[in-house]
């Protein structure tokens, strides 16, 4: 079955570093990807997707993920992290079938020192 | 404007009540989801549906029941035969193809006591 593993519950920076929150996915076959941002009491917003072509995506607020496929990853980074990026992230699956299911990590919370 | 709706935001029942929380997209997705958060556990899938009538259980459908009547809609009951409901519960829709975003509504906390 279909899974992600999201290391590190909670990963502490300060202000200006790089944020780095990594995602490896079980899968035989390379799923499609995504990263979903979360604040407080709300719904996830899309950061950026993987589907098909360049490894390396760009998402929104400066984030990107590279899907490498040898490691069956898709780490998200940010070359400086704002106060403003503090918030819960998820990596999260699809299969490339019709089975439309969506399956996502537990979750890492991005702690932002000033 | 196009979205999707949870409501209410707060629900407060009594134990052994059924509880019916609402969701509704007019986005004209065909999938839609049902997902169960909790502190450290990401999101959970209760329940998924790609198209009127028709719906698949998730990893934790133990206790929920769903409906997908209309396109638009998908009601998730929380039966007394759910052990631990109290959860923020979250509704989301898809477009038609797999590579697909969902979108997510806001979500509502369902408090048992």
């Known amino acids: 079955a279909q899974s992600v593993t999201q290391l590190g519950s909670h990963v502490s920076v300060s202000e200006g570093a790089l944020v780095l929150l990594r995602c490896n996915y079980s899968?035989?076959?390379?799923?499609?990807l995504f990263w979903y941002v979360q604040y407080p009491n709300q719904g996830l917003q899309l950061l950026l997707k993987?589907?098909?072509?360049?490894?390396l995506v760009k998402g929104i607020n400066g984030f990107e993920a590279e899907f490498k496929k040898s490691e069956t990853s898709f780490h998200l980074t940010k070359p400086s992290a704002h106060m403003s990026d503090a918030a819960e992230y998820f990596c999260?699956?699809?299969?490339?079938?019709?089975?439309?299911?969506?399956?996502f990590g537990s979750g890492t919370r991005l702690l932002v020192r000033p | 404007d196009g979205g999707i709706t949870q409501s209410p935001k707060y629900l407060f029942r009594k134990e052994g009540q059924n509880v019916t929380l609402s969701c509704e997209q007019n986005?004209?997705?065909?999938?839609m989801y049902w997902y169960r958060q909790d502190p450290g556990q990401g999101l959970r899938l209760i329940y998924y549906?790609?198209?009127?009538?028709?719906?698949q259980k998730g990893d934790i459908a133990e206790g929920y029941s769903v409906s997908r009547e209309k396109k638009e809609s998908f009601p998730l009951t929380v039966t007394s035969a759910q052990k631990n409901p109290t959860a923020f519960y979250l509704c989301?829709?898809?477009?038609?193809?797999?590579?697909?975003?969902?979108?997510f509504g806001q979500g509502t906390r369902l408090t048992v006591v």
């Open positions: 989301a829709s898809r477009g038609q193809v797999t590579v697909a975003e969902a979108f």
């Open positions: 899968s035989s076959v390379p799923p499609y």
């Open positions: 993987y589907t098909t072509g360049a490894t």
């Open positions: 999260a699956v699809s299969p490339m079938d019709s089975s439309y299911k969506l399956i």
């Open positions: 986005l004209n997705h065909d999938a």
């Open positions: 549906s790609q198209i009127v009538n028709d719906f």
